[in-house]
């Protein structure tokens, strides 16, 4: 029965333990909401959960600068920072929430069903949203922790059967009870997966990557050094780094995948599926990929056999002409399916570089997180303007008519890769023995090439480091100098000369807007004396 019809206001003012059990029920109910939304999401989208679209709402709004910081911060663990934060800010509102409903039942429920609307309105704007179904978790979530605070603080309104005291022992069987109950069905419902992740493991599983008709050469032996430390030449898939902006990693099933190539130029609009795709002449590639956002010797770099096509001759078989033979369209934008949006100059596509739809990562189909079933690479420039990952249409247009997702946020609309070199050993800050130390890492500028890299002791002279065999161009280059070490603190310094004869600039730069310079170097002290 109306427990508020029949008893409108307690009996008597409610104690401090009434209050703290009427914040914990609107914890409970708050855990309830995430739960049962969480459960409604695993059948409508799990990008459309509440914390999965409140995220990416503010993933979207949040300045560069401080997405920087938090990239800077907390690495590769940002995202994960990110949801604990939303996590923790519902925890402080729901407690809240809980303390208002003992004062106002009814305005206490409301304020839960608001939230449900804010979350609902997160999902269906987002930008991959396509129904109003994104809607639903969140609805059905907040209707659920709504109705559970509703009987809650019911409970404590009403005196235990003769007494004047409110009844909390209900009060808990009723938390207790409804908190296990949804915990043990999402647990369930999570080991089970959810139907659209089902279909998507299973396409990847069955997927067969086709042979290469163009292989890439063996690695020369002389391409990786035997030093202890260095990164690897080839970047395992484990240990590549990833970034983007997906808190759900995209599930794309490759049975259903199809790319869109359309706009200014396109002759006709096609449409290829990953069969079709595959059925092409199949280019086998080592190529390095790198972030605008890895900062002077900074981890977000990898270099993988790939294998895809062509994307040039897929544009011209779809009557695309660059630029300089008169193509309307300067600019390729690649839309993924999580609505991320990515900017390629056409030139550079066409300008027979191997620019690449690719499917295969080191001997597999491409893993969820680098962008399975398909994804863009361009040897030459960072990935936030070249490697769209998750691919799911490709639109010509110019760089006057269209923003990329990442250019109003005040990255660079072009931004071809700067020449890098890395110190991976000694590690900066690591105490060595004296003797011979090898100092080695890494060297990049994608197409141009490493022609050179040195290391500098203190302030001593250059001294030229021995460069490992060159794989293509379009990898990155290790490099060992052997150093005779003296005991004390040093300073060590790499800078790498690029195909063209240009060597890194000293001064450092900022990673925004177009990507990081200046020579890397690491402190080390030596033992002994
Ligand atoms: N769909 C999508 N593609 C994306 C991104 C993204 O956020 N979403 N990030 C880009 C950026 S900034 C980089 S550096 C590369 C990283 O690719 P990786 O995660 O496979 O290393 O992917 C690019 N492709
Ligand atoms: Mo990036």
Redesign the pocket.
Known sequence: MNDAIRTPRPLHEPTRTDRLLAALGGLVSAYVSLAVADLASFWVRPEAGPVAAVGGAVVDRTPAALKEWAIRVFGESDKTVLQLGILLLLAVLALAVGLLALRHRLLGTAAVAAFGVLGALAAVTRPDSESAMDAVPSLVGAAAGALLLYVLIGRLLTPRPGTAQADRRGFLIVAASTGLAVTGAAALARSVGTPVQENAAASRAALRLPPPTSPAPAVPAGAQLDVPGISPFVTPNRD???????LVVPKVDADRWHLRIHGSGVREERTVTLPELMARPVLERDIT?????NPVGGP?A?NARWLGVRLADLLREAGVRPPSEGGPADQLVAR?V?G?T?GTPVETVMDGRDALLAFGMNGEPLPF???FPVRMLVPGL???VS????IESIELTTFDAYDAYWVPRGWAAQAPVKTQSRIDTPRGLGRTAAGTVMVAGVAWAQHRGIRRVEVRIDDGPWQDARLAAVDSSDTWRQWVHPWAATPGRHTLTVRATDGTGTTQPERRTDTMPDGAQGWHSVEVTIKGG
Do not use: E, P, Q
């Open positions: 590549f780094y990833r970034v983007d902006t997906a990929l790198n972030c605008v956002s977000y990898g993924s999580d991320m990515i997180t680098h962008g960072y990935g936030y490697a769209c990952k998750w």
